[in-house]
């Protein structure tokens, strides 16, 4: 792996850069559609392309309990199995597996948990997760880490990031020890824990540093905190993390959240929003989200997003999908997620122009005050 940072901001911590990885070269400030199951729901891969996606991410706990990291591996890694031939990142599964607790036990080995889909037990360590991602292929893998709940009090928030520290560490060594199980090189992610705290985000930057990862994200928010807590806690840790680096920031978020965060530095996103969102019938526009199936625009012609190109942009009118929705129609979800799929890409590329040349500021300010406006 290889990142270079290619242009600041004056007026703030955003930058531009490319990040280039074995199957392809990523431009940052980048947007990840989520593709859990080795698919983002209802989008094919020229479809993706299409919507200006440049890299995916997968899950590594689904993967491993569905199909199973043999067929995976037999297909010939996940690219070639699932037919996305771009960079791909794979969840370490840590998240899934903490967000279902009472299906879980924790200990400083590992965490030994209960399937969703059939009930059986299984136990992963941090050494166990870079095995499963190695024999996925993907190349980004994440550390196995522990999410925790908010709230939280401060002495569980700092036992649950020194066994975080402690799972990065044996994660790292793993990596250094195992090579490639294809014809390319992978790359591994540690990741920022602390809550809310802001000790303990500088003490996990500080120490996650010293084990010198090739990037960082920073997990752990956009789980109920209030916003301002969340941002405050990004910037904390952009201020630390290593400038010639990636930054991931994970599980965030809405259009917003993007734009303020790339502000604070931040290079890396994934959120199941646009799809998830889009499924439901919220789609966004430049001027904020609209649910287009509700009976408002029973007789609106309009496009989505009069500035959009995307496929459902371009041919057909908000009144239409809003039938489609009523009439439970698939093609209705797909509509909604290749467009909000394409409206964040779409940001996430301004943003990157707008960095590149010096005006990011004043984007800035003229998204904020247009998303903020009715439709």
């Known amino acids: 792996m290889k990142f270079e940072v290619t242009a600041t901001d004056s007026n703030s911590a955003a930058r531009a850069g490319i990040l280039s990885l074995s199957h392809g070269e990523v431009h940052t400030p980048i947007f990840m559609p989520v593709g859990t199951q080795g698919t983002v729901k209802t989008i094919s891969p020229d479809e993706l392309l299409h919507c200006g996606s440049q890299?995916?991410?997968?899950?590594?706990?689904?993967?491993?309990?569905?199909?199973?990291?043999?067929?995976?591996?037999?297909?010939?890694?996940?690219?070639?199995?699932?037919?996305?031939?771009?960079?791909?990142?794979?969840?370490?599964?840590?998240?899934?597996v903490f967000s279902l607790a009472e299906l879980n036990k924790i200990n400083e080995d590992g965490v030994k948990f209960q399937s969703h889909l059939d009930g059986s037990y299984h136990f992963f360590t941090p050494e166990s997760v870079i095995d499963l991602q190695r024999q996925l292929g993907s190349d980004i893998m994440m550390v196995l880490d522990e999410c925790t709940p908010y709230p939280c009090d401060f002495?569980?928030?700092?036992k649950s990031m020194e066994l975080t520290l402690l799972w990065a560490e044996r994660s790292n060594q793993k990596f250094q020890k195992t090579t490639p199980v294809y014809d390319f090189e992978q790359t591994v992610f540690s990741i920022v824990q602390g809550s809310t705290y802001e000790e303990l985000r500088k003490?996990?930057?500080?120490?996650?540093?010293?084990?010198?990862?090739?990037?960082?994200?920073?997990?752990?928010?956009?789980?109920?905190?209030?916003?301002?807590?969340?941002?405050?806690?990004?910037?904390?840790?952009?201020?630390?993390?290593?400038?010639?680096?990636?930054?991931?920031l994970m599980g965030v978020g809405k259009p917003e959240d993007l734009v303020t965060c790339v502000a604070l530095g931040i290079d890396m996103f994934d959120c199941v929003m646009p799809t998830r969102n889009g499924r439901n019938g919220t789609v966004f526009t430049r001027k904020?989200?609209?649910?287009?199936?509700n009976a408002l625009y029973k007789e609106d012609f309009k496009p989505i997003d009069e500035t959009c190109s995307c496929l459902a942009c371009r041919n057909f009118s908000r009144a239409y999908i809003r039938h489609l929705f009523q009439a439970e129609e698939i093609l209705a979800l797909r509509l909604a997620s290749i467009h909000n799929l394409t409206f964040y890409l779409s940001l996430m590329r301004e943003m990157r122009e707008a960095?590149?040349?010096?005006?990011?500021?004043?984007?800035?300010?003229?998204?904020?005050?247009?998303?903020?406006s009715k439709s």
């Open 55 to 96: 890299i995916i991410l997968g899950n590594t706990y689904h993967l491993y309990l569905r199909p199973g990291v043999d067929i995976v591996r037999k297909g010939g890694g996940i690219q070639n199995f699932s037919s996305w031939r771009k960079p791909i990142l794979t969840d370490s599964g840590g998240y899934q």
């Open 155 to 158: 002495d569980y928030a700092r």
């Open 203 to 248: 003490q996990c930057c500080e120490r996650l540093i010293a084990m010198e990862f090739p990037g960082y994200a920073i997990g752990g928010l956009s789980v109920g905190e209030p916003k301002t807590a969340m941002y405050e806690m990004t910037e904390v840790c952009t201020q630390l993390l290593p400038e010639n680096k990636p930054r991931y």
């Open 288 to 293: 904020g989200p609209i649910v287009v199936k």
């Open 355 to 372: 960095i590149i040349s010096q005006t990011f500021n004043e984007w800035s300010k003229s998204f904020f005050l247009e998303y903020n």
